[in-house]
């Protein structure tokens, strides 16, 4: 994999390079490299979102609400908005490229072939309808991050370890259930995307408990503590495990028994660490709230902290740095709330055009600490077509080195 500095660029002769030469190279016309574009994100972008929309499906029909007619066409025109979403992103950045070189540029730079017209091109997010904004800004926000973490690594400033990030991960935990709990009782509660949402702090107060049985009247939940903590995690280990069992059994669908028998022990950690964080969440809560008679959102601290241990168990770069992520969400969205930030500014819409810039143009200039979420991302809903683009740039400017 290779590395495109800002002086690569500015030394190769590539600079003076057509938008043929660089960005479509399939074929002659600009019109042409448009209309195969758009064809080959079309279908990217419904491989790219039908599961999705399969997962949205089958989680309204677990919640016990029933489907009809009125909620799929709904969820259908979600669907939509997210394709054609998808399908703008990634037909537009040829062809923007093409008109950005007629009008501006006639020279290609590090900057405005892949940065400037991948941040305009992130406009599209208008597709999508506000409280998805909010989602989608989240998941490239902390994209950014796992981007910056690994170019950090690259250039020798930090070693990334498992160890180093479960830490971060139990304190981003910490300070995320505690900022989640508060959350709970302001008028407009933030759109979050997690494992689980922490239940809202309980007014009611009553004596110490001890012992194991039932339940203390300050626990914010019904049924017996027990009950609580072990149908949690229970319920979460099921999820990981399904999760990567699918991953594992669904490209081998054909042969069953293959299949069945790639399955390993270590294809439960995903499943001991979405049970395991759940699990000790609700313990230490349960605890607390036994020992001292009254809820306190206070009590999310030390149990989101030593429930962030189960990360240990499947460690992965980006979640590591979700529950910080977050957390800074939350902190947006109250200083939009109080009136701290301007509330006619597309702020949400901007950041997404600057993360998606970055994103792309890491893709392109930086492989090695781009992350793979990207990587794919790209690849799967412009149908390879930008990795088609990337390596014939990646060629051309070796051919100068
Ligand atoms: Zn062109
Ligand atoms: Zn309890």
Request: aromatic letters at 14%; charged letters at 20%; proline letters at 5%.
């Given at each position: 994999m290779v590395e495109i500095s800002k002086f690569m660029v500015e030394k190769s002769d590539l600079r003076f390079g057509t938008c043929k030469q660089l960005v479509h190279p399939w074929t002659d016309s600009c019109k042409h490299a448009f209309t195969s574009m758009l064809w080959a994100c079309g279908k990217g972008s419904?491989?790219?979102?039908?599961?999705?929309?399969?997962?949205?499906?089958?989680q309204i029909l677990m919640r016990g609400k029933k489907l009809g007619k009125k909620e799929m066409i709904e969820q259908f025109k979600l669907y939509l908005k997210s394709g054609v979403f998808g399908l703008t992103v990634g037909s537009?950045?040829?062809?923007?490229?093409?008109?950005?070189?007629?009008?501006?540029?006639?020279?290609?730079?590090?900057?405005?072939?892949?940065?400037?017209?991948?941040?305009?091109?992130g406009l599209a997010i208008y597709f999508e309808p506000p409280y998805r904004r909010v989602l989608?800004?989240?998941?490239?926000?902390?994209?950014?991050?796992?981007?910056?973490?690994?170019?950090?690594?690259?250039?020798?400033?930090?070693r990334r370890s498992a160890g180093k990030e479960t830490l971060i991960f139990m304190l981003g935990s910490a300070v995320f259930f505690y900022l989640m709990r508060l959350d709970r009782d302001s008028e407009k509660r933030?759109?979050?995307?997690?494992?689980?949402?922490?239940?809202?702090?309980?007014?009611?107060?009553?004596?110490?408990?001890t012992g194991i049985e039932g339940r203390s009247p300050a626990c914010p939940?019904?049924?017996?503590?027990?009950?609580?903590?072990?149908?949690?995690?229970?319920?979460?280990?099921?999820?990981?495990?399904?999760?990567?069992?699918?991953?594992?059994?669904?490209?081998?669908?054909?042969?069953?028994?293959?299949?069945?028998?790639?399955?390993?022990?270590?294809?439960?950690?995903?499943?001991?660490?979405?049970?395991?964080?759940?699990?000790?969440?609700?313990l230490?809560?349960?605890?607390?709230?036994?020992?001292?008679?009254?809820?306190?959102?206070?009590?999310?601290?030390?149990?989101?902290?030593l429930s962030g241990l189960a990360f240990r168990a499947a460690p992965s770069t980006p979640i590591s740095l979700a529950p910080v992520t977050s957390s800074l969400q939350i902190l947006g969205s109250w200083a939009y709330q109080k009136g701290m930030l301007p509330a006619d500014w597309p702020l949400v819409e901007l950041l997404y055009c600057v993360c998606?810039?970055?994103?792309?143009?890491?893709?392109?200039?930086?492989?090695d600490v781009c992350p793979r979420y990207i990587i794919n991302l790209m690849h799967t809903v412009t149908s390879s077509k930008a990795d088609e683009i990337q390596s014939g740039f990646i060629q051309k400017i070796l051919k100068f080195i």
């Amino acid at each position: 994999m290779v590395e495109i500095s800002k002086f690569m660029v500015e030394k190769s002769d590539l600079r003076f390079g057509t938008c043929k030469q660089l960005v479509h190279p399939w074929t002659d016309s600009c019109k042409h490299a448009f209309t195969s574009m758009l064809w080959a994100c079309g279908k990217g972008s419904i491989v790219f979102y039908t599961p999705y929309f399969i997962v949205f499906t089958v989680q309204i029909l677990m919640r016990g609400k029933k489907l009809g007619k009125k909620e799929m066409i709904e969820q259908f025109k979600l669907y939509l908005k997210s394709g054609v979403f998808g399908l703008t992103v990634g037909s537009s950045f040829v062809t923007l490229n093409c008109i950005f070189r007629r009008l501006f540029f006639s020279e290609f730079s590090y900057y405005t072939t892949v940065l400037l017209p991948c941040t305009v091109s992130g406009l599209a997010i208008y597709f999508e309808p506000p409280y998805r904004r909010v989602l989608v800004v989240n998941l490239f926000v902390n994209l950014v991050f796992e981007y910056w973490v690994r170019t950090l690594e690259m250039k020798g400033w930090l070693r990334r370890s498992a160890g180093k990030e479960t830490l971060i991960f139990m304190l981003g935990s910490a300070v995320f259930f505690y900022l989640m709990r508060l959350d709970r009782d302001s008028e407009k509660r933030t759109p979050l995307f997690w494992f689980f949402t922490p239940p809202r702090v309980s007014k009611e107060v009553g004596e110490p408990v001890t012992g194991i049985e039932g339940r203390s009247p300050a626990c914010p939940h019904k049924g017996p503590c027990i009950h609580y903590i072990l149908k949690g995690t229970a319920q979460l280990f099921g999820v990981g495990c399904a999760m990567t069992m699918l991953r594992t059994i669904l490209p081998k669908i054909l042969t069953p028994g293959k299949a069945l028998k790639s399955l390993r022990l270590s294809h439960m950690k995903l499943g001991v660490f979405f049970g395991g964080y759940i699990g000790i969440y609700r313990l230490v809560v349960c605890l607390l709230c036994r020992a001292h008679g009254r809820d306190s959102a206070m009590y999310a601290l030390p149990a989101g902290f030593l429930s962030g241990l189960a990360f240990r168990a499947a460690p992965s770069t980006p979640i590591s740095l979700a529950p910080v992520t977050s957390s800074l969400q939350i902190l947006g969205s109250w200083a939009y709330q109080k009136g701290m930030l301007p509330a006619d500014w597309p702020l949400v819409e901007l950041l997404y055009c600057v993360c998606q810039g970055l994103l792309f143009h890491a893709r392109v200039m930086h492989e090695d600490v781009c992350p793979r979420y990207i990587i794919n991302l790209m690849h799967t809903v412009t149908s390879s077509k930008a990795d088609e683009i990337q390596s014939g740039f990646i060629q051309k400017i070796l051919k100068f080195i």
